[in-house]
């Protein structure tokens, strides 16, 4: 009986390993997830498919001409119905942006979704891996969805942005002479001090000193470039009523109008607007285009450190949002012509500006941790490659309560000023299309992430 009975627990034994084994290869075969609040995310991803940073067989740093993602496919989301995510701590509603987060990541791990006035469920793959590719979501909700990931069954790993990008500024600051590192996130992710805890943290780790830190929430920054109506409208042609981006009325955001030579506003083509009185004076200004709000949010950080009175001049800016790096050339050149302005024969923020600032984009520190994470939990694909999916959510037009704006979108008192835990079905998930995203945005996407647009085009067909 014994010999039986050892015999059975063997078989037992090897029926469980090719079962789990079974299981494991089907799930490295699972698409990754990559979410953000909207499509600045997608700079995550287009380093993710470009990324050669490993030798493929060993797993080894060291590039081998080969995408180190070359067998994977992917799931985008982006939750453009309810961003922008920077604005929710604002609101005091992290609670609700947290439920966004988790609703979001239970759509890529589920294998169906609903499409809009179809009665039948849509199969898709759940995800093998999820990359918060938002640092906001990632500063307020990472441990949440890692709580979440433990929750289901199949424990899905989690990768977020910030830590990447901490990661690679402190390697910069180790390799050069020492100055101040900036912060250029969302207002949310300023507000919730992540960064500068985890570039003091991981600094101490280093044995470093602390490093000098200034933080800079680019409020309207991401909205613009996504297009939210509240801070851009492409069809507008003058002064808007519900427009709630930087101005001279908004208490928080102020405009200064001693600063207007330095801001150096763009006023073509409808990309700054006046509220002029009946004698031709302008009452108010409003921002209408990304590259003024890279100026307001710039000069607002230089004038925070000259206030401040920083010692060490700034070297090192994060672009604290997955939005920003469409906006590098910008940032790069407003920092330039910044470095170089002169007031009354004097250079007015050398002493706070470094000639030449490392622009740090967390997208290739996050796209190597992914990596090393699927490598470490043998979740490499082995199996067929399959075409890439692109979602977006879209406001649910049947629930009754909706507010929405001319453009389609939830408005902004709609969106903040809902409560956690209404078990109400806000969004809806659907592919991207040319109804859901703009042309800009697509040239946009065209012109600064090639390989992601490409995929874009495919997963069409």
Not at 39 to 64: H, Q, R, S
Not at 168 to 182: D, E, V
Request: aromatic fraction near 10%.
């Amino acid at each position: 009986m014994s010999v039986i009975k050892n015999m059975l627990i063997g078989l037992l034994f090897i029926l469980n390993f090719i079962s789990g084994v079974a299981q494991q290869k089907g799930k490295s075969a699972s698409p990754i997830g990559v979410f953000d609040s909207g499509t600045g995310g997608l700079t995550v991803l287009e380093a993710m498919l470009t990324l050669d940073a490993f030798n493929n067989k060993t797993g080894k740093p060291g590039a081998d001409g080969k995408p180190d993602f070359q067998r994977e496919f992917f799931q985008y989301l982006a939750d453009q119905a309810n961003m922008p995510y920077g604005n929710y701590a604002a609101e005091n509603k992290t609670k609700l942006l947290q439920e966004h987060v988790i609703n979001n990541m239970d759509f890529l791990i589920k294998k169906q979704y609903d499409l809009p006035a179809v009665s039948s469920r849509t199969n898709k793959e759940g995800v093998k891996m999820l990359v918060l590719a938002c640092n906001t979501a990632t500063a307020y909700a990472l441990n949440e969805v890692k709580a979440f990931s433990k929750q289901q069954d199949e424990n899905i790993p989690v990768v977020g942005v910030i830590n990447a990008g901490v990661k690679a500024a402190l390697a910069f600051q180790q390799s050069h002479q020492k100055g101040t590192i900036g912060v250029f996130a969302t207002a949310g992710t300023v507000a919730s001090d992540g960064y500068p805890k985890t570039i003091r943290s991981m600094a101490k780790q280093l044995n470093m000193p602390t490093p000098s830190i200034v933080s800079q929430g680019g409020y309207g920054l991401a909205d613009a470039i996504d297009r939210d109506y509240s801070f851009f409208s492409e069809s507008a042609n003058g002064y808007r009523n519900d427009y709630k981006g930087p101005s001279l009325k908004n208490k928080q955001y102020t405009i200064d109008t001693t600063l207007l030579s330095i801001y150096n506003f763009n006023k073509a083509s409808n990309k700054l607007f006046c509220e002029f009185d009946d004698k031709g004076n302008c009452l108010d200004i409003q921002l209408n285009d990304p590259e003024n709000y890279v100026r307001y949010h710039l000069v607002s950080l230089l004038e925070k450190m000259k206030q401040e009175k920083y010692s060490v001049p700034l070297n090192t800016l994060i672009l604290g949002c997955t939005h920003y790096p469409f906006m590098r050339d910008t940032i790069r050149h407003v920092l330039n012509e910044l470095y170089d302005l002169k007031y009354n024969g004097q250079y007015l923020y050398r002493s706070v500006l470094a000639p030449t600032v490392e622009l740090i984009d967390p997208s290739v520190e996050t796209a190597k941790e992914a990596y090393i994470e699927m490598r470490k939990l043998n979740l490499i694909n082995t199996e067929e490659k399959r075409k890439n999916n692109f979602f977006i959510t879209v406001p649910n037009n049947n629930l009754k309560e909706a507010k929405l704006q001319e453009d389609g979108w939830f408005t902004y008192d709609y969106k903040y000023g809902r409560t956690e835990g209404q078990q109400k079905k806000y969004v809806n998930f659907v592919p991207f299309d040319q109804k859901n995203i703009s042309t800009a945005t697509y040239d946009r996407i065209k012109a600064a992430l090639p390989n992601v647009y490409q995929q874009i085009i495919l997963s069409k067909k």
